[in-house]
Structures are given as structure tokens and as C-alpha cells.
């Protein structure tokens, strides 16, 4: 899925983000563009932000103290959204990623949407769909969890256990690829459908890099790794009612798709 380039501003609710995925966001960030911003919000003096104090500096991250004068009041989202405002009419960013999974981010990702600029958010799988829809990117922490390291430890527990004990954690780290005639939920699946019918051309045939671009603008929070599939054309390959077909154009391919 090709996308332009920006510089993005990273904005991070400290209170309501996961620290040991901090790599993790910015390398996801870098695939849209340049994080020329990176700044995140808390109340530095909470113990509860202990956590980010090594990483903020690992990562050239800017720490915003935000003061918590009231129990139970969060106002690390107003500072946030004051910045944001600032930096959005300062005009030097083409787009912002809103780290968090809270609903009170919507409005900000609705206003920088409205100006033209590119808007992402990263966040849980329970974040509001209100919030997940107003970005035009939408990834769930759950999609960039390291996995790889999980698997092979599950494998490496599995070796030294009983063969009866080895079986079941085999069976376990199986299922982390979905079985092919049930690889996708009824939404996405819906997704893909009407992603194709509005990329075809008249010979019912799309560039799946269309199809990609379509899919982003009907689901923003759509995501191969979803189900542990690294790209767009790897899924489609699995998929039984689609034939994926190599399109040569030089040294590059550009993949087409098509239903059978």
C-alpha cells in the first residue's frame, strides 16, 4: 500500500499509552512519514509515569509536565489538545499521530482532519469507534505487539516438556495463523468486498494497491497483521474467492486481483 510521506507530530497520552510499545509506535509512525514532533503528556511527578523516563530519552521524546491538580480529572488530554491546536496552525507538520485510546480525541482528529492535514491514531481495540473513524489511519497496539519472540518461546517451552504437554502448546502456537476457509471476520471480509467493487475497472480486474487505498477510506483501523499477515498481497493470496495476478512493469510488480 503506497502512501505519501509527512512530517508528523507524535503526540502521546502518557496516561493512556503503553510504554514497552514506545519502539513500536514510532517505527509505525515512520512508515508514514518523519515524526519531527514527538512529544508526550502526564504528570511527571506521578509514579505512575516512571515507566517512560528511560525511554523518552532513548527515543528523543519531549516530556510535557501536566499537573493532575483535581482526583480523577485526566488533564493531560486538554494540554494535548491546546499543543496540537498550536502546532496545527503553526503549520509545520503535514499530519499528527494521536497516541491513546480515548473518545476525547475525537474532536481533535475531526478538526485536523477538516483542515486537510493527515491524521493517525494509535490505540487498543477498545478504543470508540468514533475516535478510529475520525483518523484516516487507525492502528491497534494489538497489530504491533511483538509476536515473533512469543512464538518461538512457546516453541522453546514446548521442547522441553512431555510429548503429550508438547502437542497441546504446538496446537496453541498454531493457531496464531488463522486456517485459510475462515481466515477473516465477517467485517473485514465486508471491507475487502466493497473495496473491490469500487477499485475494478470493466474488466472486474484491480490494482491492489487501489483496492488497499479504498480499504483504508471504508475502515481506517483495517490491518493485515490483524492476522499475522505482513501485507496486502499476502492476504488476498489466501483468500479462496480472489486470484492475485503479477504484473511486471520493468523490475517493479504491481500486483492486480481479481474474483473468481
Not at 23 to 30: D, F, H, L, Q, W
Not at 128 to 136: G, I
Not at 221 to 246: G, M
Amino acid at each position: 500500500m503506497s502512501e505519501k510521506k509527512f512530517n508528523i507530530a507524535i503526540l502521546i497520552d502518557g496516561d493512556n499509552a503503553q510504554p514497552k510499545l514506545l519502539k513500536e509506535t514510532i517505527e509505525e509512525v515512520s512508515k508514514y512519514g518523519k515524526a519531527t514532533i514527538r512529544r508526550i503528556y502526564g504528570d511527571w511527578t506521578s509514579q505512575a509515569m516512571n515507566s517512560w523516563k528511560n525511554l523518552i530519552n532513548q527515543h528523543s521524546i519531549n516530556p510535557i509536565q501536566k499537573f493532575s491538580y483535581t482526583s480523577g480529572k485526566n488533564s493531560t488530554d486538554g494540554a494535548l489538545i491546546i499543543d496540537a491546536m498550536d502546532i496545527l496552525h503553526g503549520k509545520n507538520v503535514e499530519g499528527f499521530c494521536i497516541v491513546s485510546s480515548d473518545s476525547d480525541y475525537t474532536g481533535l482528529a475531526k478538526r485536523i482532519r477538516e483542515e486537510g492535514l493527515f491524521v493517525m491514531g494509535i490505540g487498543e481495540k477498545k478504543t470508540p469507534e468514533s475516535f478510529v473513524q475520525s483518523c484516516d489511519i487507525f492502528t491497534y497496539t494489538e497489530n504491533i505487539t511483538p509476536k515473533v519472540t512469543e512464538i518461538k518461546e512457546a516453541e522453546q517451552k514446548a521442547s522441553n516438556k512431555p510429548k503429550a504437554t508438547q502437542n497441546k502448546v504446538e496446537k496453541n502456537v498454531k493457531k496464531v495463523t488463522p486456517k485459510k476457509n475462515s481466515l477473516l471476520n465477517n467485517k473485514d471480509s465486508d471491507t475487502i468486498s466493497r473495496a473491490f467493487d469500487i477499485s475494478m475497472d470493466e474488466n472486474e480486474i484491480a490494482y491492489i494497491s487501489t483496492v488497499g487505498a479504498n480499504i483504508r477510506k471504508i475502515d481506517p483501523s483495517f490491518d493485515t497483521r490483524t492476522y499475522s499477515i505482513p501485507s496486502l498481497s499476502k492476504l488476498f493470496e489466501k483468500l479462496e474467492e480472489y486470484d492475485v495476478i503479477r504484473n511486471e512493469v520493468g523490475a517493479l510488480n504491481h500486483p492486480l486481483v481479481k474474483r473468481k
